[in-house]
């Protein structure tokens, strides 16, 4: 069936430090793919999203590419900041129906002055 | 201005118990979603609804779990006879569109169950 495998947490790093949270899934046909953030309290929020191959999702300094060949949506961002600490979740729409989303584990992020 | 809402935010229940979990989407939403949340986990798919028609129920664990949105607008998720394996949060979405790409969340109902 559908599913997301995420990188495990938590990641801790510095401000201004580089960030990358894999995510690679399995799934019939070509879904959607999509990164959810929730913020401490905060319901989850949608983040990014790309829905067919070689689209590449981006918001607040965060990037997706959508990677049919290796059946990947790495969250990248070149500078984290505080305001970045949160849950992070790989989510994928499944094809076809559009209707059951299948989510990773989350992968929590802390970002230390 | 106005989310999409869920009450009660805390639930304590014990064992075999029933429970009735409430989600208001934004008005106008077609389609609503019931997520399971468990405790260091993602979100599990439970049920989604278009309008007052339940499309999709595939994700309901056990015949104890019931959902309805009677007028298209507020939806319930019901769970009868509660078990500890039910403590989790339970997640209401809801969508403009008649498919999960574009959905909005509630903050969810921590439900525990003793």
């Known amino acids: 069936g559908d599913s997301v495998t995420q990188m495990e947490g938590p990641v801790t790093l510095s401000e201004e430090a580089c960030l990358t949270i894999n995510c690679t899934y399995t799934a019939t046909g070509y879904p959607s793919l999509f990164w959810y953030v929730q913020y401490p309290g905060e319901g989850l929020q949608l983040l990014l999203k790309?829905?067919?191959?070689?689209d590449k999702g981006s918001n607040k300094g965060f990037e997706a590419t959508y990677r049919k060949e290796t059946t990947s949506f790495h969250l990248e961002k070149g500078s984290v900041q505080v305001s970045d600490s949160a849950v992070y979740f790989c989510a994928l729409s499944r094809a076809y129906t559009g209707n059951q989303f299948y989510f990773g584990t989350g992968t929590s992020l802390t970002v230390i002055p | 201005g106005a989310g999409v809402s869920q009450s009660p935010r805390y639930k304590v229940a014990k064992r075999g118990q029933d429970v009735a979990l409430r989600c208001d989407p934004i008005s106008g939403h077609v389609s609503l979603f019931w997520y399971q949340q468990a405790l260091g986990q993602g979100p599990e798919f439970l049920t989604y609804?278009?309008?007052?028609?339940?499309?999709?129920k595939s994700g309901l664990p056990s015949d104890r779990f019931f959902a309805e949105r009677p007028e298209g607008s507020v939806s319930t998720l019901k769970i009868q006879r509660t078990q500890q394996e039910d403590s989790a949060v339970y997640l209401c979405?809801?969508?403009?569109?008649?498919?999960?790409?574009?959905?909005?969340f509630g903050p969810g109902t921590r439900l525990t169950v003793l």
């Open positions: 979405a809801s969508s403009p569109i008649k498919t999960a790409d574009t959905q909005y």
């Open positions: 609804f278009q309008n007052e028609a339940q499309l999709d």
């Open positions: 790309a829905t067919k191959a070689d």
